[in-house]
């Protein structure tokens, strides 16, 4: 679950994803165009509708088992890979600034 894993008074923590989540974590993930998935295998608890989960979203998931890919989610893209190799091979810095400004809006809207 990666409790602990970040602060949860960190400005770009955003909260539960799913069913028992936050409406404001749901809708950012519906809104995004594009989707990392790191150890996780987006299981019916955090997809809740498969039809429905992120519609406009190019997924990659990373994972070093193999059965967690695919699982509940069809993903095309994904990586068999240890995750501190791919940061830092595969991963390129580009500027987010309007899509925080956009989660930062949500994180107020949905308070």
């Not at 069913?19 to 150890?39: E, P, Q, T, Y």
């Amino acid at each position: 679950m990666g409790l602990g894993g970040f602060n949860y008074r960190n400005l770009y923590y955003l909260g539960w994803l799913g069913m028992h989540g936050d409406s404001c974590v749901n809708n950012i993930i519906h809104f995004s165009d594009f989707i990392i998935c790191i150890g996780t295998r987006l299981d019916d608890r955090i997809t809740n509708e498969n039809k429905l989960f992120t519609p406009y979203a190019k997924i990659i998931h990373i994972d070093i088992n193999i059965d967690s890919i695919s699982k509940t989610i069809f993903c095309k893209n994904f990586f068999l890979i240890d995750l501190i190799y791919f940061l830092n091979k595969k991963i390129k810095k580009k500027n987010f600034l309007n899509w925080w400004k956009f989660i930062i809006f949500l994180k107020k809207f949905f308070k």
